[in-house]
């Protein structure tokens, strides 16, 4: 069964940069989508991008276009969310998650603070 | 992109009641790709339901999927005071994923 673990909590001021990562073990990792969601305090959850790890493709939302950055490593099973000029309104659980044929997988979120 | 409505937004229930949550879609969806999810304030969703109306690993058979086309339905038979929580319905299977607002299962 595929496990998603995610890098660490991170604060950041605003203006910053922050880079995330999820590490995929227990399954293959190249022709499944990784996608990325977050979820303000209080709010719902929101898609921000994907990646096909086999073939690079990405897709993103309108809402985080020029922002966001969606890579992977083959080599390391890891895919990663850069998310650039960070304001406040960006602090938020941040979750990778992937797809099998017994339904969505995810990572257990890392916490990003912009202050 | 395919937007889910969940109704009602808040659900105030008794243990051991039933429980009937509903999420439509602005368009048909595969049921193959519908999801729904609990959330516990402060933990990541846990997943219930995959396909409409398999059941994820260790997830108790009080709660069941049901639905096709734009219609799917929660139901959880009889409320335990564990299931308190938020729950999202969700597409996957195609960019963009999208989500429902959630219904908020409350104490009466």
């Known amino acids: 069964q595929v496990q998603l673990v995610q890098s660490g909590a991170e604060v950041k001021k605003p203006g910053s940069s922050v880079k995330v990562s999820c590490k995929a073990s227990?399954?293959?990792?190249?022709?499944?989508?990784i996608s990325w969601v977050r979820q303000a305090p209080g709010q719902g959850l929101e898609w921000m991008g994907g990646?096909?790890?086999?073939?690079?493709?990405?897709t993103y939302a309108q809402t985080f276009l020029g922002r966001v950055t969606i890579t992977t490593d083959e080599s390391t099973s890891t895919a990663y969310m850069d998310l650039s000029n960070l304001r406040s309104e960006d602090t938020a659980v941040y979750y990778c998650t992937t797809e099998r044929l017994t339904g969505p997988i995810w990572g257990q979120g890392t916490t990003v603070t912009v202050s | 992109e395919i937007v889910l409505t969940q109704s009602p937004g808040t659900l105030s229930l008794s243990p051991g009641q039933r429980a009937t949550l509903s999420c439509r879609a602005s368009?048909?969806?595969?049921?193959?790709?519908l999801a729904w999810y609990q959330q516990i304030p402060g933990q990541a969703p846990r997943l219930l339901i995959y396909?409409?109306?398999s059941r994820a690993t260790d997830i108790p058979d009080r709660f069941s999927g049901s639905g096709s086309g734009t219609d799917f339905t929660l139901t959880i038979s009889s409320v335990e005071p564990e299931d308190f929580a938020v729950y999202y319905c969700q597409h996957y299977g195609s960019s963009p994923l999208t989500f429902g607002g959630g219904t908020k299962v409350e104490i009466k």
């Open positions: 396909g409409a109306s």
């Open positions: 227990g399954g293959t990792f190249g022709s499944y989508p």
């Open positions: 990646i096909i790890p086999r073939f690079g493709t990405t």
């Open positions: 368009q048909s969806v595969s049921s193959t790709y």
